[in-house]
C-alpha cells in the first residue's frame, strides 16, 4: 500500500488541515516513504497475537459521583481567540 | 565561594539547607547564566521576576524540608505551568497561559522548587534534534552546529550549559534519553504511570511519560523522587508508595545480572559506540556484574510500531488545537470548517502536519486494521521479549543512540533517517519500562556518547544503582568551554 | 382482538411492502456529576458554568470514570434483561465539530458495557418481544447555537461529557405504534430503574432511527436509512412513517435506496439527506489510551441485582394476580411507577375495584385535562381513598361523590370536610326522611289525591321534590321504600 497525492488531499480534509500545493508533492513523498517503512511489519505473522492497547497492568478506577469542579467559566473561556461574556464564538457553521 | 557552574543539584540543596548560600543568589546565578546563554536559544520564556520572588519568599521562611528546597527549575514547555505561558513549541499554542498547574511540576513546587522558565521543545514533541520548534532551534552546548537532540532539546541544553541546576522532560520515544546522551548528561524515563501525565499536552498518551534530566545519576534520582507519585486525576497512573531514590541509592552491584541484546547491534553502526558499548561492559563485568548474551527479537519492528502507534494517538490527541477554546486561529475561512483547515494548516509545523496526517490514515477506514492493530500486536511481541529476558536478567545494556550529536540542517529533509535516530530508546517506551542514559565517553571529535540501562517496570531503584556505579567507574565530567557566553 | 387489524404496512397498486425499524436510543443518565469529570449535569443552568478543563479538553486533562455511571448503565442492562460484560473498553470516535471540545467523543465501540437483550411490548394484538442488541456508555456533546448572531455559531459545553446510554435495538420493530410502545416501554423501565429520567423536552430521551422497507413477506432485508436525532416520540412515528413512503416510493419506481443518514423536517414532515455531512465523516475508532479497560466483577454486578426494585413487568403480573385486575387494566397503571405506586397507596385503605375505576377514570380525565403528572395530583392517594370509603360506607352516593371530587380537585381538600361542610352527607335516617317526605306530601296533597287516583307518573315528581327538600342529601333507597309506604296509606 501507497499514498498518492488524492489520498494526502483526502487525509489533510479528515485532519481538517489546509495544506499548500505547492508543498502536497513532497509531503506525499514522504508520507509515502515512512508508510513503506512502517509496514516492514507486514513480514511478521501475528495471526495469532492479540493486540495491546495499554502496558498498565491494572484496571480502570472510578471516581464516587461527586460535583467538584466547573463553576469556572472565566478560566475555561479565558483563552478563547473569540468569546463573549457566556459563550465560545465561532464562524458559522454550514450544515 | 562555591563554582555554581561545577555544583550538582544536591550540592546546591546543601549549601541552601547549609544556609552557605540564600535561595536568592543561586537564582540570581542561574538568571545571570541564561542572560548569557541567549544565544542557545534554549528558553522559550523566563519568569525572571516571578522566580526572585519566590526565591525571596523562599529565603524568609527557610523552609528546609523539602527535597529541592529553594531551588530554581526551568522546565520543559510542555508541562502547563499556572499563568505562565506554555506552549508546547507550537505556534498554535503561541499565546496560551494555563490557569492550571500539571501535576509533575507541582510536585517540584511542593519540594521547595519554583519555576525559572520554559525550555524550548520540538513541536508537541515531535522531533529528535529540537529542529520542529517554531520558536526556533537550539543550539547543543557541545558545539555550536550540532542539535541538542529532541524533544526535550532545550532541556538538555540548559541542562549541559548550566543555564538550570536540573529539569524536566517528556520521553514518548527517547526524547529525554537522546537528548541526554548528545549533551553528556544523565536522563531518565521511567515505567509508563510512575509520574502522572496530568497537565502535561499530550503527544502519544500510551507512550508519554515525564523524567528527569540531570548533570548526575545522584541528581537523577533526587529528581525521580520529588517528580513521581500516584495521581487519581491520571487512570494510567501506577498507585504505589513514593520510593526513596535517593536515600537507597548505592553502588553495589555485584552479582547482578545484566543482558546483552545482540538485536542492538544494528547494521552500519559506528564503531566508537561499539567499543563504548563494549567499555560498558567491561565496567559492569569489573564490578562484580554477571554479562549474558540475551535476544529481543523484535527489536527491528519497534521503530516501526513506533510510528504507527504514536502518530495516531497525537493524530487524535491534536484534534482539540482548533482555534476554538484556546491557542491560534486563523482570520481566514468563512464557515466554521473552511476556519478549522486555515487555523490548523497555520498553525501547525511541517513535521507534526506529516504525524497527523500519517496518524489519520493509519486509524482510517480500510486500513486500520492493517496498520493499527498490526502495530498494537507487534507491540505486545516487543512487550513480551522484554517479559521473557526480565525472567533472566536484572537489567539490559545498550547504547543510548546510533550516532553522537549530528549536524543542525543535517536530517532535516529526511524524516526516516531522522526516525532512525530513537531505534534503542523506542523499544522501552513500547514496553512501558524504565531507561536510562548516563555519559559513557565521547566519539572522536569529543563529542559525548551515552550508555542505556533498561529494566522491568518499576524497576527504577534498580537501574539507578547500576548506573551510579559505572558513573564512578567512568568518571567522566564533562567541562565545557561556555563559548556561548 | 385480530393482528390484521393492527397491521402497518404501506399498500401500493401493485405490492404491500412491510416497513423494517431499529432504534439507536440515546438516554442521559441520572447522575450528579459528568461520566468523566466533576462538573454538574444539572439541566438549564447559565451557560458555560457546568464546564471544566477537562469537558473543555484543555492541553493535558484526562477523563476518570464516574462509578456511579457505570452502576446506571449495569442497572439498565439488567433491567432489559441483557448480558453485563465483565469487560469493556473505552474508544475514542473522532469527528471535528464545534460543540465537541476535544475532537473526539469517548464512547464504547467494540466492547460495550452492556450486551444482548429484550425488552416486551404490550400491543393491542398481544405481546411482543424486540431485541436489544447492545447498551453503551458514551459522552454527551455541547451545544452549538445558531440563531443568535447572523455570521456565528455560539457554543456553550454545560452538556458536554454528561453520560448517556446509548441503547440499540435490533431490527424488530414493524410500525410507528410499536416504536411509540417501544420507546415508552423503554422509558418506564428506566424511570422504575431511576437510570433516565426519560424527559425528551430536555433532550434527556432521543433517538436515531433506521428505517428499511420489503415486500410483504420478502426475507431479506432492504437497504436502510438512518434518521437522526429525533426528539419526540410523535415525530419518531411520523418520521418513519414518511420515511417508509419516501423508500417505497422509490423502489416502486425503479430506483434503489442509498444507505445514509437523513434528517426529519418536522415542519415539512420529510426527511432530507445529510450525505454532503457524512461522506467527512471516517470517525477513526480507537481504544482511549487515557483510559484502561473497565473490568467488573460478578459480584459487583450480582449486587445491583439484588437490589433492582420491581420491575414494570413483574408488578404487572402481580397486580393481576394479587389485585384482579384485567392486563389493560394493570398495564395502565404500571405505565408510570408513580401511578403504580398512588394506586398501591389508595388501595392500603380503600376497596380495589373502586379505586382502580376512579384512578383510571375520573383521576386520569383531570390529570390531562389540567395536563398535571400524578405526582401533582391535586388528590392525594391518602384523599381519594376517604372519598372511596364514604362512597363504600354508603355514607355518600356516587354520584355525590362525583361532586365531591370535583371540589377536591379544586381545593385539595378532604372529602370528609368538604362532605361535612356543604352537607352533603347522605340522610339515610328514617325518621328524618319520613319528616321530609310527610312535608312534602302535606304541600302537595292535591297531587297525593292525582296520584291516588291514578295518576302514577306523579310518582317521580314527589321523589324530585323530596331530594329538593333534602338538598340532594337524602337516601335515594330509603325515599324509595318510605315514599311507597306512606302513598298507600
Known sequence: MSIDKNQVKKVAKLSRILLEDSKLETLSKDLASILNFVEQLNKLDTNKTKPLSSVVDKTLEPRNDKVDDGKIKSQILKNSPNKNEDFFIVPKVIE | MTDLNKSSLKEIVNLIKSKKISSLEVTKHFIKNIEKGKNLNSFITTCFEKSMNSAKEFDSKKNFDGLLSGIPIAVKDLFCTKNIKTTAGSKILENFVPTYESTVTDNLWSEG??????????????????????????????????????????????????????????????????????????????????????GIVA??????????????????????????????????????????????????????????????????????????????????????????????????????????VAPAEASSNLARYDGVKFGYRSSKGNNLVEMYESTRGEGFGDEVKRRVLIGTYVLSSGYYDAYYIKAQKVRRLIKNDFDQCFKNVDAILTPSTPSSAFKIGEKTNDPISMYLNDVFTVPANLAGIPAISIPAGQDSEGHPLGIQLISKALDEQKILNIAFAMEKSIGHKQSLNRWWE | MEKEKFDYFIKTESNIWEVVIGLEVHAQVISESKLFSGSSTKFGSKPNTQVSLVDSAFPGMLPVINQYCIEQAVKTGLGLNAKINLLSIFDRKNYFYADLPAGYQISQYKSPIVGEGAVTLDMPYGSKKIGIERLHLEQDAGKSIHDLSPDNTFVDLNRAGVALMEIVSKPDLRSPSEVNSYVKKLRTIMRYLGTCDGNMQEGSLRADVNVSVKKKGEKKFGTRCEIKNVNSIKFMEMAIDSEAKRQVELLETGKTIIQETRLFDTKKNETRSMRSKEEAHDYRYFPD?????????????????????????????????????????????????????????????????????????????????????????????????????????????????????????????????????????????????????????????????????????????????????????????????????????
Request: glycine share 8%.
Open chain 3, 289 to 489: 489510551p487515557d483510559l484502561l479497560p473497565l473490568e467488573l466483577k460478578q459480584s459487583f454486578i450480582d449486587n445491583i441485582k439484588n437490589k433492582l426494585p420491581e420491575l414494570p413487568d413483574q408488578k404487572k403480573e402481580r397486580f393481576i394476580k394479587n389485585y384482579k385486575l384485567t392486563p389493560y387494566e394493570s398495564n395502565v397503571l404500571v405505565s408510570e411507577f408513580e401511578t403504580s405506586k398512588y394506586f398501591e397507596e389508595v388501595i392500603k385503605k380503600a376497596d380495589i375495584n373502586l379505586a382502580k375505576n376512579w384512578i383510571i377514570v375520573e383521576l386520569f380525565a383531570v390529570l390531562n385535562k389540567k395536563n398535571l403528572d400524578i405526582k401533582e395530583s391535586p388528590v392525594s392517594p391518602q384523599n381519594l381513598a376517604s372519598l372511596i370509603n364514604a362512597i363504600s360506607s354508603g355514607e355518600i352516593s356516587g354520584k355525590i361523590a362525583k361532586k365531591v371530587f370535583e371540589i377536591m380537585v379544586e381545593t385539595g381538600d378532604e372529602p370528609t370536610k368538604i362532605i361535612k361542610e356543604k352537607g352533603l352527607k347522605q340522610q339515610s335516617d328514617p325518621k328524618e326522611l319520613e319528616k321530609i317526605i310527610i312535608k312534602v306530601l302535606e304541600a302537595n296533597s292535591d297531587k297525593v289525591l292525582q296520584y291516588n287516583s291514578g295518576k302514577e307518573k306523579l310518582y317521580g315528581f314527589f321523589v324530585g321534590e323530596i331530594m329538593k327538600a333534602s338538598s340532594g342529601s337524602a337516601n335515594p333507597k330509603l325515599v324509595n321504600d318510605i315514599l311507597k309506604v306512606k302513598l298507600k296509606k
Open chain 2, 113 to 198: 522548587a519554583f519555576l525559572l522558565g520554559k525550555l524550548n521543545c520540538d513541536e508537541f514533541a515531535m522531533g529528535s534534534s529540537n529542529e520542529t520548534s517554531y520558536f526556533g532551534n537550539t543550539i547543543n552546548p557541545v558545539g555550536k552546529n550540532l542539535v541538542p537532540g529532541g524533544s526535550s532539546g532545550g532541556s538538555a541544553s540548559a541542562l549541559a550549559a548550566s543555564l538550570t541546576p536540573a529539569t524536566i522532560g517528556t520521553d514518548t520515544g527517547g526524547s529525554i534519553r537522546q537528548p541526554a546522551s548528545f549533551t553528556g548528561t544523565v536522563g531518565l524515563k521511567p515505567t509508563y504511570g510512575l509520574c502522572s501525565r496530568w
Open chain 2, 203 to 308: 503527544f502519544a498518551s500510551s507512550l508519554d511519560q515525564a523524567g528527569p534530566m540531570t548533570q548526575n545519576v545522584e541528581d537523577c534520582a533526587l529528581m525521580l523522587e520529588a517528580m513521581s507519585g500516584y495521581d487519581k486525576k491520571d487512570s494510567t497512573s501506577i498507585n504505589k508508595k513514593k520510593e526513596n531514590y535517593l536515600k537507597n541509592l548505592n553502588q553495589k552491584i555485584d552479582g547482578l545480572k545484566i543482558g546483552i541484546p545482540k538485536e542492538y547491534r544494528v547494521e552500519n553502526m559506528p564503531k566508537e559506540i561499539n567499543d563504548l558499548w563494549k567499555k560498558g561492559i567491561d565496567i559492569l563485568n569489573k564490578s562484580g556484574a554477571k554479562i549474558i548474551d540475551i535476544s529481543l527479537p523484535h527489536t527491528k519492528y519497534a521503530l516501526p510500531t513506533y510510528y504507527i
